[in-house]
């Protein structure tokens, strides 16, 4: 399983089925630091880390809050 998970809030986004072409070839154009960054083998599943619309935007109005060189955080 692939589940999308906002970084900031823990809200799952969405999971998808392994090996779907989609979400495959949406990871394979990430490069591989990016892959270290947000991808998280956690048991049989991959976390996707990634920021949901409301934290987007309130990255974009408070850019101060968020480190985004620690994603994990
Ligand atoms: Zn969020």
Redesign the pocket.
């Known amino acids: 399983m692939i589940i999308y998970q ?1 970084r ?2 823990r ?1 799952v986004l969405g999971t998808f089925a392994d090996g779907e072409s989609r979400i495959e070839a949406l990871l394979e154009t990430l490069t591989p630091e990016e892959r270290d960054t947000i991808i998280e083998q956690v048991g049989d599943n991959r976390m996707v880390y990634v ?2 619309e ?2 987007q935007d309130a990255l974009n109005r408070h850019p101060e809050l968020y480190d985004l060189t620690s994603p994990l955080q």
């Open positions: 906002c900031s809030c809200t920021l949901c409301h934290c």
